[in-house]
């Protein structure tokens, strides 16, 4: 049987380096990873794009990522969720906020970057940083609400120096994971994490600025944690485009080869989650009698 119980995560951290957390856009998309990972990353590009059709320029509400991290953590109350909250929202007390419900609904972990407004995808150019000391003061709040969830602190700095200050800064704050965005050097990746004493992540993103690494090279060169934004989300518009595309030249025929999914294996991972929820349920209720 599926073990229904989270792991620790701190533990999983330090004992399974470097720990993949992987992107997923929806409620559906997180299943589907969930047959295979059980650390899952609520990425603020695929939110962006699934719930608004718009890029990851800062059009997302807070209520919406929330919810939406309550919907995954009710499907899949045994993975680890890690939510992307930008930049907590522009308000200290908004990220606080935020930091408080993602908590109460189980989530394991918050990305908190130091772009100002307007954001930009940390992969492409334009980007904008608050002061150091504006962004230190939102961290340290956050750090002050949480209770047990880990703050991975993300930089969006582009120069060495500053990448260097502010990576120490973040360490010396208590964060508890530094995650310098778009790095293009492991060679740097490992001298961070020589450094500043604290786990570094690394961002994997299919076309992004960093290199495409496998877990063994990351893990040389010190990372701590792998995030894969958007797997799921690039995979599913290969995929759509590519059906859609041989439907309407194929006069609408909808089975014209074997499918590979159909009707009743995509009903198979929805069980799934229902019986998880309910194995949870009689779980939890076993516990308190």
Not at 94 to 114: F, K, P, T, Y
Not at 168 to 182: K, T, Y
Request: net charge negative.
């Amino acid at each position: 049987m599926e073990c229904l119980r989270k792991t620790d995560i701190r533990s999983d951290l330090a004992y399974q380096s470097p720990l993949p957390f992987i992107g997923v856009y929806d409620v559906f998309s997180a299943s589907l990873a969930a047959r295979y990972y059980s650390h899952l990353f609520l990425s603020g590009f695929g939110f962006a794009a699934s719930h608004y059709g718009l890029p990851d320029i800062g059009f997302i509400a807070w209520p919406d990522m929330v919810s939406f991290a309550q919907r995954v953590a009710t499907a899949l109350p045994h993975c680890h969720l890690l939510v992307d909250i930008d930049d907590g929202y522009v308000d200290v007390e908004v990220a606080c906020h935020v930091v408080s419900l993602l908590e109460s609904i189980g989530v394991s972990g918050v990305v908190l970057e130091d772009q100002q407004r307007p954001r930009r995808c940390g992969h492409f150019a334009g980007k904008k940083i608050l002061p150091l000391d504006d962004y230190i003061t939102k961290l340290q709040q956050v750090l002050a609400t949480r209770r047990q969830m880990l703050v991975v602190a993300r930089t969006d700095a582009r120069e060495p120096e500053e990448i260097r200050r502010r990576a120490h800064a973040f360490a010396e704050a208590g964060a508890d994971v530094v995650l310098v965005d778009a790095i293009s050097d492991l060679g740097f990746l490992k001298e961070l994490s020589e450094s500043i004493g604290k786990p570094m992540a690394f961002n994997q993103i299919a076309g992004g600025l960093s290199p495409a690494c496998t877990l063994t090279q990351l893990r040389d060169a010190g990372a701590s944690m792998v995030i894969y934004s958007t797997p799921c989300l690039f995979a599913a518009q290969i995929a759509v485009d590519s059906a859609l595309k041989r439907l309407s030249e194929q006069d609408g025929l909808l089975h014209s080869e074997p499918p590979r999914t159909g009707i009743s294996q995509c009903t198979a991972v929805l069980n799934n989650n229902l019986n998880r929820r309910h194995a949870s349920t009689d779980s939890l209720k076993a516990e308190t009698s």
